[in-house]
């Protein structure tokens, strides 16, 4: 792999660089109308989980995720154009892969660039340090921002990102020793000394934070005074000036106490001034939308309490203003699928949307099944074209269960899904250019006492539904899981009369129907004498 050598702005030492190359092969892009699906790094052992997407004003979008080559973690940048096809001309070969940190999130940059966040963590042996990295329109480090388009910031883990007015960037998390704080990064990719304390603010360590049009910094946190070691406590909206120090006019006391629980939320502050907090309830029985007056009290005119107990969710999800009013990202306990629903000002519930996909041409998990590949999409970030379609990301997977007489183990592997959703509901169908059908070969097909043994390749990832019938009668049916390109042995179990029936030479009808990721489907029909 190529490394470029950059001086940091702050101690005066090197970096790796920003960007490491992608391999002509590490991207295996997958796309059918409404979807696409992206996996990295088809050779080797390796995941990747959409953390941000980035809407841009021509339509197309940034997709940022983080990659694992084993436990290394990285991070993943990728553009789509309008119609969901991935610009190969971005980065190198459609991609930005940068090496050594985990992703904590993706921030628009003028003319369409990306800032991206990166962080080591507290739970690792290594020191905290944090990196912050510019790319311009075209997936290169931008030269105007820090040294080589990037800045060093030791001693930190960053734990969220935001983007602020100037085209700064503000960085909270934590210190040695578990202490919050938050610096500002210039435009420029220096550190702001005219935020907090010679440019380090001390601040609550944050759940989430954004940065409101005057400057200001919130903060969502636990309760301050609150130890969640001992106690469940309650979630907190910290405001912060512009120059970073804690509001003491905000709620009267510099934060508000909200009625969610601690853990996770999204805060986004309106045209009007107005604060709207999303999380999870401290029962756990579902989540809830808060609204809060510009100085902080609870707006007495708005509740969502009646509206979302049915929107049962382990996680708040994502929060997004748009013109026609708060909307939220949940799951449906029954389905495992995102909702898109969207809440009036009276607090209300005004639409649900759901957001089945039909990633893999549906939900194929069966009884006779070794494989099952997933239709619906959870939804890990979402964003907003200029046209209105919802770009909501998530992930894929397929799973093999375990077969003890074959010694097949139970696998899952999950990959990048997006899915173009109208704002009338339904797929965008203009989004994702159909790539072909995934070829599926019949190597070979023989039989044993118990089972008929077959041999299958394919070019992609995917499932493979077989059945075997003699005389029309079905005598035996297998789901294959394909968690790489080859060719794969699938066990169909003869039960006591398809044995009876195959106790001499027979020929027999095989069909096998591939579907790969994004639901493209190819059917194939052979005749086998076993």
């Known amino acids: 792999m190529r490394a470029r050598l950059l001086a940091t702005t702050l101690v005066g030492t090197a970096l790796i660089a920003p960007t490491q190359a992608i391999g002509a092969d590490e991207l295996e892009y997958r796309a059918a109308p409404g979807r696409v699906v992206v996996m990295h790094d088809t050779r080797s052992d390796s995941s990747f989980f959409i953390d941000t997407v980035h809407a841009l004003p021509d339509g197309g979008a940034l997709v940022a995720g983080t990659t694992f080559r084993g436990s290394a973690p990285g991070a993943l940048i990728m553009r789509l154009r309008a119609d969901g096809s991935l610009d190969r001309a971005y980065g190198e070969r459609g991609a930005v ?59 930190l883990e960053t734990l969220a990102v935001a983007r602020a007015p100037g085209d700064a960037i503000v960085l909270g998390g934590l210190r040695e020793g578990k202490r919050g704080a938050a610096v500002r990064i210039t435009a420029a990719g220096a550190i702001d000394p005219a935020f907090g304390a010679s440019g380090d ?15 200001s910094v919130l903060v969502l946190a636990p309760t301050p005074g609150c130890d969640t070691e001992k106690a469940a406590c309650d979630l907190a909206l910290l405001r912060y000036d512009a120059a970073g120090a804690l509001d003491p006019s905000f709620a009267g006391q510099g934060f508000a106490r909200l009625p969610l629980h601690y853990e996770d939320g999204a805060v986004a502050q309106d045209a009007q001034g107005r604060y709207w907090v999303y999380g999870l309830r401290p029962t756990g029985d579902g989540n809830a939308l808060v609204r809060l007056l510009p100085d902080g009290r609870r707006d007495p005119s708005f509740s969502s309490e009646a509206s979302m107990p049915a929107l049962a969710s382990e996680s708040p999800g994502l929060l997004q203003l748009t013109p026609e009013g708060p909307l939220v990202v949940t799951h449906s306990p029954d389905e495992e699928e995102a909702l898109l629903v969207r809440i009036g000002e009276d607090g209300a519930l005004t639409s649900v949307q759901r957001t089945r996909a039909r990633f893999g041409g549906g939900d194929i998990e069966r009884p006779e099944a070794t494989g099952r590949l997933g239709d619906a999409l959870d939804g890990t970030a979402v964003a907003f074209r200029p046209d209105g379609v919802a770009l909501l990301a998530g992930t894929v997977s397929i799973e093999r269960d375990s077969v003890i007489d074959t010694g097949t183990q139970f696998r899952r592997e ?36 118990r089972a008929i043994i077959l041999r299958l390749r394919t070019e992609t990832r995917g499932i493979a539904r077989v059945v075997v019938r003699h005389r029309d009668r079905v005598i035996a049916r297998r789901m294959v899981a394909f968690f790489a390109p080859g060719t794969i042995r699938a066990h169909a179990e003869l039960g006591a009369r398809a044995r009876r029936l195959l106790r001499r030479s027979a020929r027999v009808t095989i069909t096998v129907v591939a579907n790969d990721l994004a639901g493209n489907v190819r059917r194939l029909r052979e005749r086998r004498r076993l």
């Open 97 to 155: 892969r940068l090496d050594g940190m985990g992703l904590v999130g993706l921030v628009g940059a003028p003319g369409g660039g990306a800032v991206v966040a990166l962080s080591t963590d507290t739970l690792g042996d290594g020191p905290l340090r944090s990196r912050l990295v510019r790319l311009d329109p075209q997936g290169r480090p931008d030269g105007g921002f820090g040294a080589g388009g990037a800045i060093e910031l030791p001693g």
């Open 201 to 215: 603010a001390s601040i609550t360590p944050p759940e989430s934070l954004a940065v409101a049009p005057d400057g």
């Open 414 to 449: 999950s990959y990048a899904g997006i899915a173009a959703l109208r704002p009338g509901g339904g797929l965008e169908s203009s989004f994702g250019r159909a790539t072909r059908p995934p070829r599926v070969d019949l190597r070979s097909a023989r039989r044993d006492r």
